[in-house]
């Protein structure tokens, strides 16, 4: 895991503007049920039980939790690796955004790259993706 976490994290070193992390300090990978993924990233809010997440960064304890039917072998999962690493480096770099969805909209959008770069088609649904790329103002979000 540690050397595909090198990997991409080279990628999108060389495809957005952070000073790359030292080997030490990249994330701790951990895999998750999808409830448990849920219930971490939502807690109990209702509006969110028929999200399906595929991966959520913990910054208080720098780890990286996925799917538990993420797979190393298959490609097209790695997206959700790149998505988290963004996030990562967000954290790990003290970068302020407005709002949540403009860190979401930067993670997203190397997601797809990255997708789009290695000849894959994208897992998200591409109306979502289209509208959350936009660049919509932050109280549009609440």
């Known amino acids: 895991m540690t050397d595909l976490l090198i990997l991409l994290m080279s990628w999108i070193i ?10 030490s300090e990249l994330p701790e990978v951990q895999f998750k049920t999808h409830v448990e993924l849920r219930i971490l990233i939502c807690g109990n809010d209702i509006q ?24 190393i072998k298959r490609k097209e999962h ?6 988290e690493l963004v996030h990562f480096l967000q954290y790990k770099n003290n970068k302020k955004f407005s709002c949540r969805a403009e860190m979401e909209r930067e ?28 660049p919509w103002p932050c109280d549009i979000w609440l």
């Not at 790695?78 to 998505?83: D, R, S």
């Not at 190397?110 to 289209?130: T, V």
Request: with cysteine; glycine share 6%.
């Open 14 to 23: 060389s495809s957005i503007s952070y000073p790359p992390p030292l080997a």
């Open 78 to 83: 790695h997206g959700v690796l790149v998505h």
């Open 48 to 71: 969110c039980e028929k999200r399906d997440f595929g991966g959520a960064y913990d910054y208080k304890n720098n780890v990286i939790y996925l799917r538990d039917n993420w797979d």
């Open 107 to 134: 993670a997203y959008s190397l997601e797809e790259i990255w997708y789009a770069k290695n000849g894959i088609q994208s897992p998200n649904d591409p109306m979502f993706i289209q509208f959350f790329l936009m």
